[in-house]
């Protein structure tokens, strides 16, 4: 499964070295409430609109789990194939600031909600690897501190404050700022055909730390044969890296700076790092000795967190059919895995593929997918949630082609005229006379009126063969472009007598 | 008047249903009666106009017939519970003039049944004390004298106001919380009762936190009888509170009937301890002699993790509190200090003149217990600890009913007298924390009077939810005592 890591390895000054990558994953839960409270989740209200007394810590408030989330929680559990724990604790984590009214954050510390499970990733060159997923703990989302509104007051905004959040922590499984991006990437896509986050980076419903450390070649395969992670460098924690984009752009970095150190002679000490997307480089945001003491300890205002298996089992029934095996079945429905991967990356674009091969031949129905369809609303700025021609509708064209009404060429135009007119493809293709002419009448008397204009052109294709395709480019400009051009080769071969190979 | 507040809380609510006194003759004999008893220091918010209000309403729903449990009843609430648009101070600064938009569900399950509420009891300053000397807003003086003294004494703590206020007829009973002793120590050292329900019985909602694994609302009466009322109003379940348990909450009054015989009363050999006085061991002998007398059994059990139960209470309950505390940080609510620098000065400030001594003193030691290295040693083991000493208990509960105790290691002492030394004052609570790091239901009764003539409490310690078995052999108790005693009202004079 795993390539050679050849293409994995990063070139120093001196030597060559492994890259590995570990990321922690907040992803806020899709609720109408939050973690502990009745307040709402709505993103965008007016700050502090979305606050209960418990949420701004006001004395003698406690904590009431909202059963929605912990079902979210399995949910996603469920879709990362991991171990759903029966019991599970939560913990507060305590320390100061303006955001966090309780002074505390309750999390899940010893024993989460979610145990180990996998995610597997696509690569382009067609490799699949498994990322271990080493746990998923339900916690809550801190408030916001605002200090840009006045010169020399802070503000606090706490509608965030005990939003209900997973934290999806991976194993050190991957090796290059690549397979990380396609790592979020996946674990979005899962997430959001679960339902179970919006996946929303710019709206900071999914933010990513990125744990990277830099080794010597072969370090990686001795941890994991023997588990131990000695054989690995020390790590570094980049926090809250928003995009893709800058995590890929935050690793490339960082690994390169870890080496640079190494191979000069000093030692990486482990750190919390802060991304800056303008500079593109990472900073030191604190080091292990200033790390905060949390003073873990579980939450005496909550009960442990059980349910039983058959509760489990209900929840796994409503699954729907995850990325992996919506691929799967492309692939064998007659797409290639890389046509497949793409599509089902999003599930809206992969519900509109279905809809869109129905009862056509599926590569033709990907193809007209990937380069009308995805063309026009790359053209336009729009996503497939906002595509203005159904699926059904490009169905239709898919079949008007296949059972040859119509030409591709004609096809695109059709498709032209619905995406900015609207209207049922059949009826415009009726009402604008679209259709490709097949009767052998109408093109016989079509290459007649070409062959009776050009007498020379008709001596010069019957010594360069090849020319024939001058004649057919004639002709379909005789028939408006509505003839069709295999019906028309075969009429001109037979009427100018030419051979099969011409 | 007199004769108005020195009833009994059943006395009382029998005369409103029998329409010879009003809510408002009644509400209005104990405002005046708290207005001359404020060299007590009792109440730190009188709410007196409130009350007659209250009454008012009261008076009419009884003449409409709709008569609740606890119909027109004036009661005292210790100022930790949270009253919506009532100052709500914890007995410390750091809450300035917090008045909460909510309602403790306790407190609402009381005026849901009628009752009145006369004003805020003072406590030790987040509950922390068994003296009510931590009080931001004052120490409490007990009613009670030595016999020919004039020496203030303390009214035990936290729930010091609440148990002067009921021991000086300022309301026909009174709220209390109770993390170590809370209820039952101040009950015993005023001559009343104190019930400490089982954790869970009543919602910890609204009530501002000590120590959450331990907090447990309860009544503080002048009788058993009281008590069970009381109680029956209070408990709850409640959706707000997870810890808070779904057991049918049944007519405790009804229940106190039926007498003793046959109940086996457990007798735990560890409370004997050194350094107590003999008056208290011979009390304790003979409460097993007035139960024996009523047709109990009398067993010896053994608790032995019981030398255990200070110092693990002296961990679990800072702990939980060092983290309860951290929200009082003068950014939200409450106290904030002037003249700051930047946030760290801030919460520096703000807690360093918003706590007191020892509110202080329990955050950090809660602090250093649950810190990275310490954790393992202390609050782990701690755990530990009290899981034995849970399972003490239910050894012991194999072999009897109930257990008999003496509530505290002594009489009332003079009001200083053990500020200087923190370990002698956290003594008070020997024989009252194992009750709350087991969870169970501990009710103090007023049993006799010690040498120089102040009151002292016998506990009964009963099973999980059990409070109906607890408040007979309780009854019991306080039958065979015949207390009767009052102290002189020298504060109106």
Not at chain 1, 397 to 415: C, E, H, N, P, V
Not at chain 2, 296 to 325: C, G, M, Q
């Amino acid at each position: 499964m795993n390539a050679p890591i050849k293409n994995k390895l990063l070139k120093g000054e001196t030597s060559e070295w492994e890259i590995v990558i570990g990321m922690e994953v907040h992803a806020q839960i899709l609720s109408q409430s939050k973690l502990f409270s009745g307040a709402s989740t709505t993103f965008g209200a007016e700050p502090n609109n979305n606050v209960s007394f418990i949420d701004a810590g006001f004395p003698g408030m406690l904590p009431v789990i909202n059963e929605k989330c912990v079902e979210q929680a399995v949910r996603t559990g469920l879709g990362l194939k991991a171990k759903i724990n029966l019991r599970s604790l939560f913990d507060r984590k305590n320390y100061f600031y303006p955001d966090l009214p309780q002074g505390y954050q309750i999390s899940q510390y010893k024993d989460p909600i979610v145990g180990e499970g996998e995610v597997l990733i696509d690569l382009k060159d067609g490799e699949s690897i498994k990322v271990g997923i080493e746990r998923l703990h339900l916690e809550q989302d801190a408030g916001k501190s605002l200090h840009d509104q006045h010169p020399d007051h802070s503000f606090v905004d706490l509608n965030r404050s005990g939003i209900a959040l997973m934290e999806i922590v991976t194993k050190p499984h991957m090796r290059t700022s690549e397979e990380a991006a396609a790592f979020l990437k996946k674990l979005r896509a899962i997430v959001r055909y679960l339902g179970t986050c919006d996946g929303n980076m710019d709206e900071g419903s999914m933010r990513a730390d990125v744990n990277v450390s830099v080794c010597r070649v072969g370090g990686y395969d001795e941890f994991r044969k023997t588990g131990s992670f000695k054989t690995l460098g020390t790590r570094c924690e980049i926090k809250n890296v928003n995009s893709m984009r800058f995590i890929a752009q935050a690793v490339e970095y960082e690994a390169r700076r870890q080496i640079e150190v190494i191979e000069g002679g000093g030692t990486i000490a482990q750190e919390t790092r802060l991304y800056d997307s303008k500079l593109g480089e990472t900073r030191s945001m604190r080091s292990k000795e200033e790390a905060h003491d949390y003073r873990y300890f579980p939450d005496p205002d909550l009960l442990p967190l059980e349910f039983e298996q058959s509760w489990v089992d209900a929840i796994a029934k409503t699954l729907p059919e995850l990325p992996d095996e919506k691929k799967a079945r492309f692939v064998k429905g007659g797409l290639s895995p890389y046509d497949a991967s793409v599509l089902v990356a999003e599930r809206e674009l992969a519900d509109y593929y279905e809809e869109l091969a129905k009862g056509v031949d599926a590569k033709a129905a990907a193809n007209w997918l990937n380069n009308e369809i995805l063309g026009r609303l790359n053209r336009d700025g729009l996503s497939i949630t906002d595509v203005p021609v159904s699926a059904a509708a490009n169905n239709a064209i898919i079949q008007m082609i296949s059972d040859q009404t119509i030409s591709g060429k004609i096809a695109k135009d059709l498709l032209d005229i619905v995406w900015t007119e609207g209207g049922d493809p059949r009826q415009v293709v009726e009402a604008r006379g679209m259709k490709q002419v097949t009767d052998t009448g109408a093109i016989d008397a079509a290459i007649e009126a070409v062959i009776a204009a050009n007498p020379d052109k008709v001596e010069e294709v019957k010594a360069k063969p090849k020319l024939s395709a001058w004649f057919v480019g004639q002709v379909m400009k005789q028939t408006g472009g509505k003839a069709n051009p295999v019906a028309v080769n075969a009429a001109l071969k037979t009427r100018l007598n030419l051979p099969d190979e011409g | 008047m007199s004769d108005l507040i020195s009833m009994t809380l059943a006395e009382a609510r029998d005369a409103i249903r029998a329409k010879k006194i009003s809510s408002r003759e009644l509400t209005g004999a104990f405002v005046s009666a708290i207005e001359k008893a404020r060299p007590l220091n009792a109440f730190i918010t009188e709410a007196g106009e409130q009350a007659l209000t209250m009454a008012d309403a009261a008076d009419k729903r009884i003449a409409a017939g709709q008569i609740g449990a606890l119909e027109g009843l004036p009661l005292a609430i210790k100022d930790l519970f949270c009253t919506k648009g009532v100052r709500t101070t914890a007995a410390s600064k750091i809450l300035g003039n917090f008045v909460p938009p909510y309602e403790s569900t306790v407190t609402q399950n009381l005026w849901d049944a009628g009752a009145v509420m006369l004003g805020k009891t003072n406590l030790d300053e987040f509950a922390m004390g068994s003296s009510n000397e931590t009080s931001a807003f004052g120490n409490v003086i007990n009613p009670w004298r030595a016999k020919n003294s004039n020496v203030n004494l303390v009214p035990g703590g936290s729930s010091g106001g609440s148990s002067a206020a009921v021991a000086a007829d300022l309301c026909l009973a009174a709220t209390g919380t109770d993390t170590g002793g809370s209820i039952r120590q101040p009950a015993a050292v005023t001559g009343r009762v104190g019930l400490k329900p089982t954790y869970g019985r009543c919602s910890r909602f609204g009530v501002v936190a000590f120590a959450s694994s331990l907090d447990q609302a309860g009544p503080m009466t002048k009788t058993v009888k009281d008590a069970a009322i009381m109680l029956k109003t209070m408990a709850s379940v409640d959706a707000k509170d997870s810890t808070s348990v779904d057991i049918e909450v049944p007519d405790y009054e009804k229940l106190l009937e039926g007498g003793i015989k046959g109940l086996r009363v457990g007798i735990p050999k560890e409370y004997r301890i050194d350094g107590v006085p003999a008056e208290i061991n011979a009390l304790w002998t003979r409460g097993a002699e007035w139960l024996k007398a009523q047709g109990a059994e009398i067993v010896e059990v053994s608790l032995p993790h019981t030398k255990y139960a200070l110092p693990t209470y002296y961990i679990v309950a800072p702990a939980e509190a060092s983290s309860n505390l951290a929200r009082y940080d003068g950014v939200k609510f409450g106290y904030r200090a002037e003249g700051v620098r930047d946030i760290t000065d801030l919460y520096e400030k703000s807690r360093g003149q918003g706590f007191g001594a020892e509110v202080q003193r329990r955050i950090l030691i809660g602090t250093y217990v649950l810190s990275a290295g310490y954790y393992d040693a202390y609050y782990s083991r701690a755990q530990k600890l009290r899981t034995l000493i849970k399972r003490d208990f239910e050894q012991a509960f194999e072999k009897c009913d109930v257990l008999l105790t003496p509530t505290t290691p002594g009489p009332a002492f003079g009001v200083g007298a053990k500020t200087s030394d923190p370990l002698e004052m956290y003594l008070q609570d020997v024989f009252t924390v194992t009750v709350n790091l087991a969870g169970l239901p501990g009710i103090s009764v007023p049993a006799g009077l010690s040498e120089n003539g102040l009151p002292l409490g016998l506990q009964l310690i009963g099973k999980a939810f059990d409070e109906a078995t607890l408040l007979r052999a309780a009854l019991a108790v306080e039958t065979a005592a015949d207390f009767k005693h009052s102290p002189a009202k020298w504060w109106s004079v």
